[in-house]
């Protein structure tokens, strides 16, 4: 069968890196003058699908029909010579050149064997005008805003007109509301010019502002390929996190809510707390000796939550209250001496230290708190790390092996221990289970429970929907970097936090 | 009970083997077993005028300035960073000193005043380093590059362009005098100290740990808890300080200053005593002691050369060669492709089970 009016075909997509099937027959289509989006949680394959595509990388299996040709892309270069253009969501121009140079750069138009600027400004703001922007091209670029930078890079794709295919990775992530607009005003104009765009985002409500269709990724397999006035977002949502909507509607029913005002053992209040570009001003209570989840998609805001919480990145509206106490933490270590301790996310490049030893990575925070001045002796350290390592079922020969050679699990141990030695009141805890066996994990929920029943307040962040509901007694749902609810013991359900998640707050 | 101990000798041995220090010790050991072999009189300590003189107390004193700018530089190091000023440092800090006291016997002002301002100004020149690379966010390289071309001009605008001769006979002292009842060379004394005060703040407190963290992972480093810029800082500052001293003792040695000469390429030097110590250039774990033995590993090979009348032009390339010979034998996979070589002979390469 002929594909009708397809530019790009993708057909039975495979490819495997050392360990793990990134893509499994995957299957892609995108038409003239249509917007495509890409959907799907971490690890899904999204971006290697669109490595390939750019010839980042090659595939396995499968092949790729682009105006019913079949090509083979080897290199990036080669992607865009044949009409495949990309913009990444870091802008890679340069910044102290002017807009009309960072769009002419080679293929500068040549009189004399020298460059006619009056030519390559005319050029440029031509260019510029077809995406219905009007600005002074002879202007640096650094002294526009990220969105006009974006536009410059869309322009300079479509300087030729052999483009066909735009591929929009995450463009949104660091542009305001006006700024979204405009960029979707550009999208519309090359829609009709019959330019099919793949669009990828987090952003769940300008996926039905923008695309024609939706195509969803799971686990590396292909879930489906849907039109987007028909999908409804809880339907979306569902598809992408794995679960049957049907099967989850028959759950329980909503309860009251409990009023968050009246609170006992109040450890933090935050009020309007947020950072642009990162969370949106939110309330909370973290009270002690209860597991608060955050629960969203990728991109919602959980981690920036907690960064900001710990002082890794400042804020720059709202204010914090630690047992009523006006608190500005502004560094880790402040966080640390207010009894605040943090998982990180990443085990490797934000939690390890990993030429270090087991003990030595223990001890680290403790060392931090009591400071530079007050070592912590070496037979006091020992006998720490014994303790932590029998308390935590670490298994490492012994406390001076290097924490490299540990396994995942063993390793997000012996980050726990750090910050349960630090003896925090409010432990946060961001993807403490991902990548580790189930074993593990399962002792870590465990851990985490009990410590919430012994006094601690713990924050749980996961993208694994079972452990939150298992573990957590609150629940903050986060969507687009902002809180959209809160729920409560039973009402803490698949159905209710997808429904929730979707915007279908009643 | 035999077997045991047999057992625990082997732990020891390889424990020694694997330790940071063994390699360059090694190399030591060897170039002075080379030395008392064959140069006459190499080991010969005797006794003049009341003091100690020999070659080996020769090595020990002129070593002291690349002993001090090597501390400094293992620390750095450990952080991942690189200090190439060091060098302009050294002149500027002599420059000073020459500068104040001035080129007549009597003095113009106090030497006291004339150390103090030197070192206070070694150690803004060290802040300056450290404020572009942890608060700016510049590659140590390209940060410290700009006071390693900028700072010898600063040293030539403080002596005016001229070698300044000092006549002051107590500006000797530094470099050039002797430890009454010790009857060793005061500079060897200095070097000692400040050698014994930086292993006590790495080992008594946590800055040795904090600064191994940073070099390995400064972002893991900050989520928990240290402040990895004001601990980076601290080490430029240090470092700084540390050159300020040496300059001073050799300005003192060689009793005048020189903008443009003194201290040319110690930063090299300096980072190859880390490298022969067998410290990473990656930054983490550190030895000061380790970078102390490379340091005297260079001093020893340059006196070595210099006593079997090596010429001078000859020097750089006879030095690169033991240098590079240290170098593989530090090498592990350099090490395990000789012991290939040599277990190969018998056709299967055998295991270690």
Not at chain 1, 242 to 257: D, I, P
Not at chain 2, 50 to 58: C, E, R, T
Not at chain 2, 258 to 271: M, P, S, V, Y
């Amino acid at each position: 069968m002929k594909s009708d009016n397809n530019i790009l075909t993708m057909k039975n997509i495979s490819k495997t890196f050392p360990g793990v099937k990134a893509l499994n027959n995957v299957e892609f289509n995108l038409k003239k003058g249509e917007v495509n989006a890409l959907m799907g949680e971490n690890g899904a394959g999204k971006s290697t699908l669109i490595r390939l595509l750019t010839g980042v990388e090659t595939f396995e299996t499968g092949m790729v029909v682009l105006n019913d040709k079949k090509i083979l892309v080897k290199s990036p270069i080669q992607a865009e010579k044949l009409g495949i253009s990309t913009v990444y969501q870091e802008i890679n121009l340069c910044m102290n050149l002017s807009v009309a140079e960072n769009i002419m750069i080679g293929r500068e138009p040549k009189k004399f064997g020298m460059i006619n600027w009056n030519e390559v400004e005319l050029s440029a703001s031509k260019a510029l005008k077809n995406l219905n922007i009007d600005i002074d091209v002879t202007k640096k670029l650094e002294s526009y805003s990220l969105a006009i930078q974006q536009m410059v890079a869309i322009a300079r794709a479509f300087y030729f007109d052999s483009t066909k295919i735009l591929i929009l990775d995450e463009p949104t992530s660091s542009l305001d509301k006006s700024e979204v607009i405009k960029l979707f005003e550009v999208i519309d104009i090359l829609k009709s010019k019959g330019i099919g765009i793949i669009f990828i985002t987090h952003f769940l409500d300008q996926v039905y502002r923008i695309s024609d269709k939706i195509t969803i990724l799971r686990n590396g397999e292909l879930v489906g390929e849907y039109e987007t006035r028909k999908l409804t977002q809880i339907e979306l949502i569902s598809k992408m996190l794995g679960k049957e909507f049907e099967e989850l509607s028959t759950l329980k029913k909503v309860k009251e809510k409990e009023n968050s005002s009246d609170i006992k053992n109040l450890f933090i209040k935050t009020k309007g707390l947020g950072k642009k570009f990162s969370v949106n001003p939110i309330n909370m209570f973290i009270k002690k000796g209860e597991v608060l989840g955050l629960a969203g998609l990728l991109g919602s805001g959980r981690t920036e939550v907690a960064r900001l919480l710990f002082g890794i990145d400042k804020k720059d509206c709202g204010e914090m209250f630690i047992e009523d106490k006006k608190i500005n933490i502004k560094n880790p270590q402040l966080a640390i001496k207010n009894s605040i301790a943090l998982c990180p996310e990443n085990r490797k490049t934000e939690g390890i230290i990993e030429d270090l030893s087991v003990k030595e990575n223990i001890i680290l925070a403790l060392q931090s708190k009591r400071g530079v001045f007050k070592y912590i002796k070496e037979s006091e350290q020992d006998k720490i790390a014994k303790k932590y390592i029998d308390l935590l079922n670490i298994k490492t020969s012994n406390q001076n092996q290097v924490v490299k050679s540990l396994s995942g699990g063993n390793q997000q141990k012996v980050i726990l221990a750090r910050w349960l030695l630090t003896e925090p009141v409010l432990l946060i805890l961001d993807e403490p289970t991902r990548g580790i066996d189930v074993g593990a994990k399962a002792e870590i929920q465990k851990l985490i429970i009990n410590l919430a029943k012994e006094g601690m307040a713990v924050m749980f962040i996961s993208s694994e929907l079972e452990e939150l509901i298992r573990c957590c007694t609150s629940m903050i749902v986060l969507r687009d970097r902002s809180k959209i609810d809160e729920l409560f013991d039973e009402d803490i359900n698949e159905y209710l936090i997808m429904k929730t998640l979707a915007g279908g707050k009643n | 009970m035999g077997s045991i101990e047999i057992n625990n000798d082997l732990k020891l041995l390889k424990k020694v083997y694997t330790s940071k220090i063994f390699w360059p010790l090694t190399a030591l050991i060897l170039i002075f077993v080379f030395d008392s072999i064959f140069i006459d009189g190499f080991t010969k300590i005797t006794i003049k005028e009341g003091n100690f003189y020999g070659i080996p107390i020769d090595i020990l004193k002129n070593v002291t300035p690349l002993l001090l700018i090597s501390i400094g530089m293992t620390m750095i190091i450990a952080t991942k960073g690189i200090d190439i000023s060091v060098g302009s440092v050294f002149a500027i800090s002599g420059a000073i000193s020459a500068r104040l006291i001035g080129g007549e016997s009597v003095p113009e002002n106090s030497y006291f005043i004339a150390i103090l301002v030197a070192l206070l100004i070694s150690l803004i020149l060290g802040t300056w380093n450290g404020f572009l690379v942890s608060k700016l966010g510049i590659q140590p390289i390209v940060a410290t590059l700009i006071l390693m071309v900028s700072g010898r001009g600063i040293a030539q605008l403080i002596t005016e362009g001229q070698i300044i001769t000092i006549y002051y006979e107590p500006y000797y002292f530094l470099g050039g005098g002797y430890i009454p009842f010790l009857k060793l060379p005061f500079s060897i004394l200095i070097a000692a100290s400040v050698f014994v005060i930086s292993i006590l703040i790495v080992k008594c407190t946590a800055l040795g740990i904090f600064i191994k963290s940073i070099g390995i992972n400064p972002i893991a480093s900050r989520f928990s808890g240290i402040k990895v810029s004001r601990i980076i800082l601290l080490t430029y500052m240090f470092s700084g300080l540390c050159a300020g001293i040496a300059g001073l003792i050799y300005s003192s040695n060689i009793r005048c200053a020189d903008g443009n000469n003194a201290g040319l390429f110690i930063e090299l030097d300096a980072i190859l005593a880390v490298a022969i110590g067998a410290n990473s250039l990656n930054g983490g774990k550190f030895s000061i002691l380790s970078s102390c033995i490379g340091a005297l590993v260079i001093q020893t090979i340059t006196t070595t050369m210099y006593s079997i009348g090596v010429s001078p032009e000859k020097l750089p390339v006879v030095k690169a060669i033991i240098v590079i010979i240290i170098c593989l034998v530090q090498s592990e996979k350099f090490r395990d492709k000789l012991k290939a070589i040599f277990s190969n002979k018998g056709g299967m390469k055998i295991e270690n089970i």
